[in-house]
């Protein structure tokens, strides 16, 4: 498959990661793929995508308590990295470099509408379970501190 035809996918679960990442690229160090990733090459990228995905995503999981948005956040890590590869340094931690750009993801995400939005329907949820009326009783809301007639 042509380099330009790659589409990022995320791994299978079930295997190990070292199996989905000699399936795209030779095994080579570190360092020699970041080269590669400048350099702007999508096998090396893919490569490093399998390697590292399991591992942000559950990161960002442990973080975010959706995993539709943990999903979201891992895949603006891999963008972001890819946007940002000319300025790679094979010599530093990659690791912590794309540990870093996961935490600003997830930064963003708690300073988003995307989680305001959900936050508000959480407490509008847990507003409504309070203030259930029983039976012919008032019954006291605690968001409000007013009491609801039937």
Same mark, same amino acid.
């Given at each position: 498959m042509p380099? *330009? @035809? @790659?589409?990022?996918?995320?791994? &299978?679960?079930?295997r190990r990661e070292t199996e989905c990442v000699e399936r795209t690229a030779p095994m !080579?160090? %570190?360092q020699e793929l970041i080269e590669r990733i400048r350099r702007g090459d999508l096998v090396s990228f893919k &490569? !490093?995508?399998?390697r590292y995905y399991g591992g942000v995503h559950a990161f960002t999981r442990g973080v975010v308590d959706n995993g539709?948005? &943990?999903?979201?956040?891992?895949?603006n890590v891999f963008i972001r990295l890819w @946007?940002? $590869? %000319? *300025?790679l340094d094979p010599s530093r931690n990659f690791k912590a470099f794309l540990y870093t750009l996961a935490r600003h993801e997830i930064a963003d995400y708690f300073r988003s509408d $995307?989680?305001?939005? $959900?936050r508000l329907r959480l407490d509008l949820l847990h507003? *409504? !379970? &309070?203030?259930?009326v029983v039976e012919g009783r008032q019954?006291?809301?605690a968001a409000d501190g007013m009491a609801a007639e039937r």
């Amino acid at each position: 498959m042509p380099p *330009a @035809l @790659l589409r990022m996918q995320r791994p &299978a679960t079930g295997r190990r990661e070292t199996e989905c990442v000699e399936r795209t690229a030779p095994m !080579v160090s %570190e360092q020699e793929l970041i080269e590669r990733i400048r350099r702007g090459d999508l096998v090396s990228f893919k &490569a !490093v995508f399998e390697r590292y995905y399991g591992g942000v995503h559950a990161f960002t999981r442990g973080v975010v308590d959706n995993g539709f948005h &943990a999903e979201e956040i891992t895949q603006n890590v891999f963008i972001r990295l890819w @946007l940002k $590869r %000319e *300025a790679l340094d094979p010599s530093r931690n990659f690791k912590a470099f794309l540990y870093t750009l996961a935490r600003h993801e997830i930064a963003d995400y708690f300073r988003s509408d $995307r989680y305001d939005r $959900r936050r508000l329907r959480l407490d509008l949820l847990h507003d *409504a !379970v &309070a203030c259930q009326v029983v039976e012919g009783r008032q019954s006291r809301c605690a968001a409000d501190g007013m009491a609801a007639e039937r």
